[in-house]
């Protein structure tokens, strides 16, 4: 016998219970959220963030500790290490290694976030002149396309993902989710006021996908592009304003609920 889904109405009050339950600082101790978190600039905070991000599938200790030793490689100030750097600064990074994403990636993505700073206003800038208006998607495939401006080696290319090209880009929508969302509970920090909630796209893993299915608001298999915009479209009933807080419901279940 088919399980029967909750309504909408009983949807939304489990739901939000959960996002209460999760959208805490208690959480940053083992998520890497916690590395942009250690600064106070904006600049500092976009860039730990995006790196940070770039870097964020498989152990989440492993990751932490990644995106930790990327910050003492730039000094602790990863802002005046991307605007300033001299090539000589960029052979500390050579040794750099998070499974497939080494010291060569490292070095380029240096230097294309010193490029976006310097002639296109940074990254805000940039998410913001391509945005839509109910959804960063394109502005995604955007962003990518500028930041993969500069020459640079092929491989280099599979740490950014591309919506248009089908992909989730489950990191980078995480990235927007930490820049845009309200900063009021201490977790995500509403830098970006430019770019507004509702524009934002869930980070679809496996953990978010399987509860998403379970809950029935998910119905493709694939956690591909195609999903994320089912989801989008699902959670936006449940909150057109901020779809994306149910991110912290989806991934609480899913990871310290095994629901």
């Known amino acids: 016998m088919k399980k029967k889904q909750p309504d909408i109405d009983e949807l ?5 219970l959960k996002v209460e339950q999760y959208n805490r600082p208690e959480f940053l101790a083992s998520d890497p959220i916690q590395i942009p978190h250690r600064f106070h600039e904006k600049e500092d905070i976009e860039i730990s963030g995006f790196l940070t991000a770039t870097i964020a599938w498989g152990n989440r200790k492993s990751i932490i500790n990644n995106a930790s030793l990327l910050m003492d490689l730039m000094d602790q100030s990863p802002y005046q290490f991307v605007s300033q750097h001299q090539e000589s ?12 994403f080494n010291g060569t990636d490292l070095r380029y993505f240096i230097q294309a976030l010193q490029h976006l700073y310097s002639h296109h206003g940074g990254m805000e800038a940039v998410f913001t002149r391509h945005a839509g208006q109910s959804s960063l998607q394109q502005a995604i495939s955007d962003f990518r396309a500028l930041f993969f401006a500069l020459d640079h080696e092929q491989r280099t290319e599979k740490h950014v993902s591309d919506p248009s090209r089908g992909s989730a880009a489950k990191r980078i929508n995480m990235f927007l989710r930490w820049m845009v969302r309200d900063a009021g509970t201490g977790v995500d920090f509403g830098l970006w006021k430019t770019l507004k909630p509702s524009q934002l796209s869930c980070p679809l893993d496996v953990h978010s996908g399987k509860v998403a ?16 915009r089912e989801l989008d479209a699902n959670l936006r009933i449940l909150d057109p304003k901020d779809p994306v807080k149910y991110d912290f419901a989806l991934f609480g ?5 095994k629901f």
């Open 253 to 257: 279940l899913g990871v310290f609920e």
């Open 213 to 228: 299915r379970k809950l029935g608001l998910l119905t493709r298999n694939q956690n591909d592009a195609r999903a994320v």
């Open 89 to 100: 600064d960029l052979k500390a990074l050579d040794n750099f290694v998070h499974r497939t």
């Open 12 to 16: 939304r009050e489990f739901l939000d």
